[in-house]
């Protein structure tokens, strides 16, 4: 995976990192929940951050 950019920039390397969050299971979890009825939105990571595609943050 190609690192993200630090300044803004088309994406040319052909990876559109928008729809890596919809394939993660915390992510599928998070919106199976959200999507019941009386839903809300639940942490999956405990109190770490959540990042997806090897990102691993700033």
């Known amino acids: 995976m190609v690192p993200p ?5 088309p994406d ?4 559109a990192p928008h729809g ?5 299971k915390s992510a ?3 919106m199976a929940g959200f999507l019941q009825p009386n839903g809300a ?3 999956t990571r405990g109190v770490q ?3 997806d595609g090897g ?3 700033p």
């Open 5 to 9: 950019p630090v300044t803004s920039v």
């Open 12 to 15: 040319i390397a052909g990876q």
């Open 20 to 24: 890596l969050p919809r394939v993660e």
């Open 28 to 30: 599928i979890d998070q």
């Open 41 to 43: 939105v639940i942490g």
């Open 49 to 51: 951050p959540c990042f």
């Open 55 to 57: 990102h691993t943050g």
